[in-house]
């Protein structure tokens, strides 16, 4: 970016920030098991004043995205090359029901929102934010026993329509394990995956994985492997079929041989 020339610059920038949650308890009892429902709002405030950053150069700096795992963030940016001007108010709510016999979560839900009382003026480009509210963003977890289901939804509540989404249901036991997942993006990408694999013993291992393309309609990868271990050594041996083009696709055999604590040798077909 194409600064004012200036080789010795300086800013004081304050920022105020407030977090505030609360946490109600209470005893609940699901299929004869005792579980403690939490309900948790909390409140983050955050007010930085406008300060004229362009004399400053933007080398890696860039914005933040809003997310179930940054409620509480000071600036808006990525890095300090700028540090954005903000008088804003998240809003969170948890809830959680965790057993008091072993102290697992077996569901977890979450939603939160950003709501802006001014626009922001400082910006990697030359446009203002006037927006008055983020992307409401949810996130929900549910895990019975072996099983485990997540989903995350980003939600644009101006225009009333799904950005995103990504959907998890997972299932492990001691010797097989199966994995089905659907990612969305509006505009970009629709896919769903299925991972699989299955212990026989100490020694033998079966895995299978498909990717696919539901917006195009093909498949991405497909990959099957077997796995042999010993003490000294072992063996991967695995089909794979990627899609490049509508007109082509790669496709190998690949072997590897691993000798414990000497590395590994590998031949592709």
Known sequence: QQTSGKTNLSRTV???????ALFFERDSQFFDSHYLHTLEPQLFYVYTPFSNQSDFPIFDTSVRGFDVNNFTTDNRFN???RIGDDNRLTTALATRFINQENGSELMMARIGQIHYFSDREVQLGNSIDKSS?????TEAQFSPGKWKLLSQITWDSEFEQKLSSSNQLNYQNSKFG??????FQINALETREINMNWTFNSRWQFNLTNLYDVRNDHVIENLLGVNYESCC?????SAKSRYLS????DTGVYIELILKGLGGVGVSN
């Open 133 to 137: 509210s983020s992307n409401i963003i």
């Open 246 to 249: 509508p007109t082509q696709t």
């Open 14 to 20: 304050p920022t105020l920030s407030l977090n505030g």
């Open 79 to 81: 890095g300090i090359d």
């Open 233 to 237: 050594w072992g063996l991967r041996l």
């Open 178 to 183: 199966a994995n089905l997942a659907q990612r």
